[in-house]
């Protein structure tokens, strides 16, 4: 950490937003020179007189920092991340064993405890709005739109496995779990009912690995450990909004009868039917109009991110899975839009949407550690640590029971090896972090939850997120060759995969090879 505090540019800036910060509280104004008679020049007797307009000096300038405030410290925060990753990749050595999101969670409780000393309110950016109109779509779109697509279709079947049937594993099992401990009067937490508990559940199931990926890419993990993490982690997101949007209604209702729980079970599948539906329509509409782009190459780019948040937003507006929505758009658009664009076009928008989606998650991480120091917290050992027993606990017995049911399907079945690395990648960050702090200020107990949930991701992020290499590594989990194949390999590798789906066409038999054609 003292290589952070020596760095002259982070303490510059610090000291400038600090600065900055101070002078928003206080009301600049110039001082004006007025000139009028005396009143003993003035007719007493006259009281029909008007007096002279006072007489104002021309100011050489005005300072009006209300007026550029917010889009000011947007611009800083964005800043002050952005000069934090440069610094961690000074010294690149660091983040080999320390994940990044780990350094910036440490700058963050640096900066909060700064602004701690000076008696300064965090930043309210995490409002449900903000969070959900601005801040998720290009996280998911950027996930979504590197996802090895022929790895992840030829393991489609697992990977939705892991995401529904394992989110919906973890929610219901924490929940219940919490829900048995609240009953317990020594914990002094009885007024949480079982409904707050499975919506503070359904938070606590999203995984976001993504310092675990990274570590799997470096040490050469083989292709089918590392897709199912990264798409488990991608559409784990879009199952647990669906679960947070369905039990934060339910949280609400004063009795749960059977009636509602057909209803839930129904919600959830129509909501998540509807996404795909949504997402596959906006995605082939993309590269129907980039058809007609040749002669006017410069709004190409526009037209990816448009649609996308185009099918972003109208499924926020019908109520069904945004996530779902934008991942199946970019799924779509990432090789039917880019045959049709140039080249520069292809770079533009690759290079946007990962800056957007580093950025947008870059600055949540930021926050974590910002909040931890300048929010209130409530504290309950007992709450606290049984919910870090029963997150490791469920997720270790969910992996374990789906992976022996999943595993007779599969061509190369997951070992304990494979297991214990999925088991052990389940990192909770922006996601939970940010799905806790637009619960809805009915929760009674929604300041425990915060703490909780903060108390969990730091625990995750920093234990397994450091020791996961280590650990991968000791264990001698198995490795896969990432050499680029030979021409004639892969000639052949495509035409055996281009035949067997036009086999399956021909016979009428759709399967994942005919799939995988389709986008790929």
């Not at 060759?481 to 052949?492: A, G, K, P």
């Amino acid at each position: 950490m003292s290589f952070f505090l020596n760095q002259k540019t982070m303490f510059i800036f610090l000291i400038s937003w600090s600065l900055l910060e101070l002078l928003s509280a206080v009301e600049v104004s110039l001082i004006t020179t007025t000139t009028s008679k005396a009143p003993s020049q003035r007719p007493p007797h006259n009281p029909a007189s008007v007096p002279e307009p006072e007489k104002t000096t021309l100011p050489m300038f005005v300072v009006n920092y209300p007026r550029i405030q917010i889009p000011f410290e947007i611009t800083l925060w964005v800043l002050l991340a952005s000069f934090a990753k440069i610094g961690f990749h000074v010294y690149h050595k660091i983040t080999i064993w320390i994940p990044e999101t780990c350094l910036l969670i440490a700058v963050g409780l640096i900066v909060g405890g700064i602004m701690h000393s000076v008696h300064e309110e965090p930043p309210a950016v995490l409002t449900s709005s903000v969070f959900f109109l601005y801040m998720l779509p290009p996280i998911v779109l950027d996930s979504a739109y590197f996802m090895p697509t022929r790895a992840f279709f030829e393991n489609m079947g697992t990977v939705m496995w892991f995401s529904v049937v394992g989110t919906l594993w973890n929610s219901i099992g924490i929940g219940i779990s919490l829900f048995g401990i609240c009953q317990i009067q020594a914990f002094g937490v009885q007024d949480i009912t079982l409904q707050e508990n499975l919506l503070f559940a359904s938070i606590i199931a999203a995984v976001d690995p993504v310092a675990v990926l990274t570590v799997f890419e470096d040490v050469n993990i083989h292709e089918q450990l590392y897709i199912v993490a990264f798409g488990e982690s991608l559409f784990n997101d879009a199952v647990t909004v669906v679960l947070y949007n369905l039990f934060n209604h339910v949280a609400i209702l004063p009795v749960l009868d059977v009636a509602d729980v057909f209803l839930a079970v129904a919600r959830f599948f129509v909501v998540g039917l509807g996404g795909i539906l949504f997402g596959l329509f906006f995605g082939f509409v993309a590269s129907f109009t980039t058809r007609f782009t040749w002669k006017v190459r410069e709004i190409e780019p526009l037209f990816i991110f448009m649609y996308s948040y185009l099918s972003y937003l109208l499924a926020e507006l019908l109520s069904i899975s945004s996530i779902m929505a934008i991942v199946t758009c970019a799924l779509t658009m990432k090789y039917y839009v880019e045959e049709n664009v140039s080249q520069r076009s292809c770079t533009t928008i690759r290079h946007t949407i990962k800056m957007l989606g580093t950025v947008t998650e870059t600055l949540i991480f930021f926050f974590l550690g910002v909040v931890t120091v300048t929010t209130d917290h409530e504290w309950n050992w007992g709450y606290v640590l049984f919910t870090l027993f029963f997150a490791q606990l469920w997720r270790t017995l969910g992996i374990l029971v789906l992976t022996q049911i999943i595993n007779p399907f599969r061509t190369i079945p997951f070992n304990f090896k494979d297991q214990f690395g999925l088991a052990y990648s389940g990192l909770r960050g922006a996601i939970t972090f940010a799905l806790v702090f637009t619960l809805p200020d009915t929760i009674l107990r929604k300041k425990l939850f915060i703490t909780t949930s903060i108390t969990i991701i730091i625990f995750t992020v920093f234990v397994q997120g450091i020791s996961i290499r280590p650990i991968i590594e000791l264990m001698n989990v198995r490795k896969t060759n990432r050499d680029l194949c030979t021409i004639n390999v892969e000639i052949h590798k495509r035409l055996m995969e281009h035949t067997t789906a036009g086999i399956e066409d021909l016979c009428g038999h759709w399967n994942h090879h005919t799939l995988k054609d389709r986008y790929t």
